[in-house]
């Protein structure tokens, strides 16, 4: 059975709302946080609404809303979301105004609008969806884990258009914290220099992107999500190479089918080093092309992967802005996406022209 | 989709006892698990009972052989997850393919809440080693690794039905061939946050909460672990299962993001789902496990969706929660447990201070514990914020 991505919309640091060529006018940031670039949200959401939604809600309505309008589909069977933090805004907010009052006179807007899954039932609220909802919350593998319940559920045949998303967003309080861990670098880089960066620490990024999965195809469908795994702390990189060839084997291709790999690669040295011993294990001389120099780091920055690879299916070429090694075939018919988040997370999906 | 999965073993830990055995007894005896704050630190300690776990987190990290200052979430659904798995009648866990899914709602929340005070006056303030665990997710790795769990790891959050959420995503993982064995269900702490949370919501009770009864006030949180180990077909075979996962249900109310619609749509359709899925006619249930928060908007909503469905044959049904008080995310699993157990003992477990018919409804909960039932089938409900429902049947067979 194959499962095809029938439409795609995603929020990010770059302008992938608006539609038009794929990282036309890519925007080029020196800072170590990324902000989204907002679309007018109010095309989707009442005004009234918009000014109590935190911005991953936005986002996350937003983006949902552009996978549909694509997809040509008003009304979802299900709707499944990652996200490893959750709506972290106003779980600051709660949290905050709990402390400085001592647990008195709070009000419930944040409380009620913290909990991990009021992205997706919000969409439900909005869409009046009253199908299959769930909200997965596990570090780099949210999205992923969204990902495969929705094809887990779409090959049960209970469900024939599933909505899928994964987001993140940035709040001022969680990157202090994150930084404080090291993870960021000390000083603002060139994000188009970034994956040449010979130091430790990436940049931190937020956004969101859904996907219109089907059993069956739309008139502009590119892709077939053919397969996703998920891989937890493996102990050395041979353990990576092996997970992946067993990965394409399940799904009858090898490294030669593959006509473009996309990395999760994000300017940190120690941790590029598992793309570096995975492209020359199985992938020396493939196209490679990466994304979170786009995007910034994020536990489901994935998700923006997986937009990308749809779009470069979708319009044949990858575009000057995402390519990190060598030229990819004129025919590019097969893609492997291989994230991982903080050496712990690996993740794998492989998407197939159609 | 034809392979069965099966109910394994479970785990409880919850403020009715620290084990299965203890909670069954306490069941028995009519001992209710709430009372005044002892563990957690909070203005309303004497304001708003709660079913705390009576141990402190010395105390649970002996039991769960893991340190003491790792977030009280995680030592639950250590404790949880290891009776769970004992219970099983399976060896070393390296011999199978398994997965850990757990629900939970705020994560490391507990301890988050001790750094935010000191982060608040100074950005560089509060000890990092009491956010690292702040994710949902980290708070089920932290287990996983002490379990020696790798082949798949996850984390649900739907608020209240997270519990019951894990179970289907195990079960579908297990349907596919992703691994052999899960080990599904949810865990929660008590936090300020949350009890706070609530309070503004204006829905938790002063009292013991009285779920289904006609004079409810509100609930009362409460704090555990429970997770049920499902297996695949071909592994029951090589053990005694408690019982069949035999259908599951997953529906949004698309009503409000806190409160149920007045018909019960969402718990209608969950209910209605799972049926249809375990191939069982409603006059074949022999006992509900309520969601029965005992707020007014829940207990009403349930009850007509439940009317609209099994009438004019009503099951037995209880809310357990008043006994453990609302475990959030812990109670989809907690309340698996119960159920799984209800089928393999024939029990059914008593709804405790009912005493007033609800005037919406034509049936009222079972008030005592009783055994010796032929349960054929059981289902258990879930519904939570964000419209989220979730109804799980077991089957003997």
Redesign the interface.
Same mark, same amino acid.
């Given at each position: 059975m194959n499962i095809y991505i029938n439409g795609t919309g995603c929020i990010s640091p770059q302008n992938t709302a608006q539609g038009g060529p794929l990282l036309a006018a890519p925007r080029e940031y020196e800072q170590v946080r990324l902000a989204t670039v907002d679309p007018d949200y109010k095309q989707w959401i009442d005004v009234k609404q918009i000014r109590r939604m935190s911005r991953v809600v936005k986002m996350g309505v937003a983006a949902a809303n552009l996978s549909l309008e694509t997809a040509g589909i008003t009304l979802p069977d299900a709707?499944i979301t990652g996200t490893? !933090?959750?709506c972290l805004d106003d779980?600051g907010v @709660?949290?905050?105004k709990?402390?400085?009052q001592?647990?008195?006179m709070?009000?419930?807007t944040a409380?009620?609008?913290?909990?991990?899954?009021?992205v997706?039932?919000?969409i439900?609220?909005l869409?009046?969806?009253?199908? !299959?909802?769930?909200?997965?919350?596990?570090?780099g @593998?949210?999205f992923e884990?969204a990902l495969?319940?929705a094809i887990?559920?779409l090959?049960?045949?209970t469900a024939k258009h599933i909505l899928a998303g994964g987001m993140d967003e940035i709040t001022n309080?969680s990157h202090?914290?994150l930084s404080?861990?090291g993870i960021y670098k000390k000083a603002p880089v060139k994000t188009m220099e970034l994956l040449n960066s010979p130091d430790t620490g990436t940049i931190a990024g937020e956004g969101a992107a859904f996907f219109a999965l089907g059993v069956t195809s739309a008139p502009g469908t590119a892709a077939t999500l053919t397969g996703v795994s998920?891989l937890?702390?493996p102990l050395w990189e041979g353990e990576v190479i092996g997970h992946i060839m067993k990965f394409l084997e399940d799904h009858h291709c090898t490294p030669a089918d593959i006509d473009l790999l996309v990395t999760g690669r994000n300017g940190d040295i120690d941790q590029d080093e598992m793309y570096e011993e995975v492209a020359a294990a199985l992938f020396p001389d493939h196209a490679e092309a990466s994304f979170k120099h786009l995007c910034g780091e994020y536990p489901t920055a994935a998700a923006f992967g997986l937009w990308m690879a749809n779009a470069i299916i979708a319009e044949q070429a990858v575009p000057e802005a995402a390519v990190f090694y060598g030229h990819a075939p004129k025919k590019i018919n097969r893609i492997l996406l291989y994230n991982h988040h903080q050496g712990t997370h690996h993740s794998f999906v492989l998407l197939t022209a159609c | 989709?034809s392979e069965k999965v099966w109910i394994a073993g479970g785990g409880v830990i919850s403020g009715i006892g620290l084990d299965v055995p203890a909670c069954i007894k306490s069941f028995r005896d009519m001992q209710p698990g709430m009372a005044a704050m002892q563990y957690l630190p909070?203005?309303?300690r004497n304001t708003f009972p709660v079913a705390e776990v009576k141990a402190d987190n010395a105390t649970l990290a002996d039991m769960a052989r893991m340190p003491e200052n790792i977030s009280r979430t995680a030592l639950l659904s250590m404790i949880a997850a290891r009776e769970a798995w004992q219970s099983s009648g399976l060896d070393d866990i390296s011999h199978y393919r398994v997965g850990f899914v757990s629900g939970n709602?705020v994560?490391g929340m507990d301890k988050?809440?001790d750094f935010?005070?000191d982060?608040?006056a100074n950005?560089?303030g509060g000890r990092?080693h009491q956010?690292?665990h702040h994710?949902?997710?980290?708070i089920?790795?932290l287990v996983?690794?002490m379990l020696g769990i790798?082949?798949?790891?996850?984390?649900?959050?739907?608020?209240c039905s997270s519990g019951a959420?894990a179970l289907m995503?195990g079960a579908?993982?297990i349907?596919?061939n992703?691994v052999d064995v899960v080990i599904a269900g949810g865990t929660d702490s008590l936090t300020?946050?949350t009890l706070?949370?609530f309070?503004?919501?204006m829905i938790l009770d002063q009292q013991p909460c009285r779920p289904f009864d006609d004079t409810r006030t509100g609930l009362n949180l409460g704090e555990g672990a429970g997770y049920v180990v499902l297996v695949s077909d071909s592994l029951a075979a090589q053990l005694q299962p408690w019982c069949r996962l035999s259908g599951f249900?997953?529906?949004?109310?698309?009503?409000?993001?806190?409160a149920s619609s007045p018909d019960g749509?969402?718990n209608y359709?969950a209910m209605k789902g799972a049926l249809d899925m375990s191939g069982v006619q409603p006059q074949q249930v022999g006992y509900i496990n309520l969601h029965g928060t005992g707020t007014q908007n829940n207990d009403v909503s349930e009850g007509i969706a439940i009317n609209k469905l099994f009438a004019p044959h009503f099951p037995a049904m209880s809310s357990t929660k008043s006994f453990t008080g609302h475990t959030l995310g812990a109670s989809g699993g907690i309340e698996a447990v119960f159920s799984a157990l209800a089928i393999k003992e024939g029990i059914i477990y008593p709804n405790a201070r009912f005493e007033h018919q609800m005037k919406e409804l034509p049936f009222s909960p079972a008030t005592a514990f009783s055994t010796g039932h032929d349960l054929q089938h059981v289902m258990s409900n879930s519904f939570?914020?964000?419209?989220?429902c979730s109804s799980l049947v077991f089957s003997k067979a």
């Open positions: 709707i490893a !933090y959750g779980t @709660f949290l905050t709990m402390v400085n001592q647990e008195e709070l009000t419930p409380f009620i609008q913290s909990t991990h899954n009021t997706a039932g919000q439900a609220l869409l009046g969806c009253n199908g !299959y909802n769930n909200t997965f919350v596990h570090r @593998f949210s884990n495969l319940d887990m559920i090959k049960e045949g309080y202090q914290v404080r861990f998920t937890y702390k | 989709m909070s203005v309303h709602t994560g988050t809440e935010f005070g982060f608040l950005p560089r990092l956010v690292a994710e949902c997710g980290s089920t790795e996983a690794d790798r082949h798949h790891v996850s984390t649900i959050s739907t608020a959420n995503y579908r993982l349907r596919n992703i300020r946050f706070n949370g309070n503004t919501l249900a997953n529906a949004n109310d698309a009503y409000h993001q806190t749509t969402g359709l939570g914020f964000g419209g989220n």
